[in-house]
């Protein structure tokens, strides 16, 4: 197993950009990866629920991340997960194919090892016997909510942390509690936690997350990287990114990914606002307009306060 240390920072959970006749569009995707890493990103989490990965193929899901790695050129890491099928042997075949994209993670969703009635005991097993079927490789966890939420406990996640194998988590729990508990069982590994929900990121990185992996790094990274950057040395100025970054945050409940790609649009990337989540024809004019006066208010937002603060975004 090649040795990496997933870096502290902001990890945005990528879009796939397709075209309008529902190819994934690599030449927007290519602009895409350009566009994080301008914004300061510290690492890219490719083929996740934000690119849609139940939708996609296994040579699509394969050939996306082969394609970010290899466009990244060790600018930032890239982990992956696309690990998506019920069956045991079809997800071995599928996080083999992962692995040997060559990116730097390969991540596990923590749904796919036990259904929703079967134990923690049932998830060991299979991810025990899972490390021994794929061998050599850095794992990732990540607390998908489709097509159900299994949060990792502590338990689990000190087994995981132990192995040596896991670098990575995204905890979506959104519970400062439950983050605290699962950063004493992983204390002094290299099991990283970072958080996905924007209203608590700050007061967990004072407990010691590692960092972001959320919805909202497709709308404002430049905002989370400082934030990240700067919490423990501006804190006046990381408590008022954190009061607009929480709020903010609504705009996910809004036809997400369609209006994510409706943004970067709009900000000059060359995204079609299609997707095969959702219908984008149903993404109403009311929620273009929150869209465009959520982008209206980040710019005033910087204006007023982060540039007067001496913290350029």
């Not at 990274?221 to 945050?249: C, D, H, K």
Request: overall charge neutral; aromatic content about 10%.
């Amino acid at each position: 197993m090649k040795d990496v240390n997933i870096p502290n920072g902001v990890w945005p959970t990528m879009l796939t950009p397709f075209t309008n006749s529902n190819e994934v569009d690599y030449g927007a995707l290519g602009q895409l990866v350009e566009w994080y890493i301008a914004q300061g990103v510290h690492g890219l989490f490719a083929v996740c629920q934000s690119s849609e990965m139940f939708y996609l193929s296994l040579e699509e899901r394969v050939g996306i991340a082969r394609f970010v790695k290899e466009k990244a050129s060790g600018r930032v890491p890239v982990i992956a997960s696309g690990h998506i099928s019920d069956r045991f042997d079809k997800q071995v075949e599928e996080l083999q194919r992962m692995a040997d994209t060559g990116v730097d993670a390969v991540v596990l969703v923590s749904n796919r090892l036990a259904g929703p009635e079967e134990s923690d005991e049932i998830w060991l097993t299979r991810a025990m016997e899972l490390l021994d079927r794929v061998p050599g490789v850095l794992f990732g966890i990540y607390e998908c909510p489709y097509p159900y939420k299994r949060l990792m406990t502590p338990k689990l996640l000190k087994w995981c942390a132990d192995t040596g194998r896991f670098g990575f988590l995204k905890d979506t729990s959104c519970d400062l509690k439950h983050i605290a508990e699962k950063l004493d069982a992983v204390k002094g590994s290299p099991l990283k936690i970072f958080n996905a929900n924007s209203a608590t990121l700050l007061e967990s990185l004072r407990l010691g997350a590692a960092g972001f992996s959320g919805v909202m790094a497709n709308f404002h990274p430049e905002l989370y990287v400082r934030l990240m950057e700067r919490w423990n040395i501006e804190t006046n100025t990381a408590e008022m990114i954190q009061a607009f970054a929480g709020p903010a945050s609504l705009i996910e409940l809004q036809m997400y990914p369609v209006n994510a790609k409706y943004h970067l649009r709009k900000i000059g990337l060359p995204l079609a606002i299609h997707c095969r989540t959702r219908d984008s024809s149903a993404f109403r004019e009311n929620q273009r307009f929150e869209v465009e006066q959520l982008g209206s208010l980040y710019q005033l937002f910087k204006q007023q306060f982060i540039t007067k603060s001496n913290v350029s975004v």
